[in-house]
Nanobody, 121 residues
Framework: QVQLAESGGGLVQAGGSLRLSCAAS????????MGWYRQPPGKQRELVAV???????NYAESVKGRFTASRDNAKNTVSLQMDSLKPEDTAVYYC???????????????WGQGTQVTVSS
């Protein structure tokens, strides 16, 4: 099993910054991608930023230029630097790991427990 440990999040005023971090541990055979999703109140979970193994990052349009994702392949960690935060960024943020526990198992998604980010106006 793969475990994801998230840290960061909290309450910040609009225009402020926060940093989220996530570390994957456990049975990891290969990693395809790591990144972040979020679920705003009353809405569905949505992609924020995902980094593939080659290092290419896919950002949601709403966060481009404000959020920066980074990944350490050797340590299986991913971080999200969030600047110029807006009230509409308020959500539960989830770390995502897409990979395999062994060569005999299919690639699948794993999720962190989620961390609350609240941006006040």
């Amino acid at each position: 099993q793969v475990q994801l440990a998230e840290s960061g999040g909290g309450l910040v005023q609009a225009g402020g910054s926060l940093r989220l971090s996530c570390a994957a541990s456990g049975k990891i055979f290969s990693v395809n991608a790591m990144g972040w999703y979020r679920q705003p109140p009353g809405k569905q979970r949505e992609l924020v930023a995902v980094i593939n193994f080659g290092g290419a990052t896919n950002y949601a349009e709403s966060v481009k230029g404000r959020f920066t994702a980074s990944r350490d392949n050797a340590k299986n960690t991913v971080s999200l630097q969030m600047d110029s935060l807006k009230p509409e960024d308020t959500a539960v943020y989830y770390c995502n790991f897409n990979g395999r526990e062994s060569r005999f198992l299919a690639r699948r998604d794993y999720w962190g427990q989620g961390t609350q980010v609240t941006v006040s106006s």
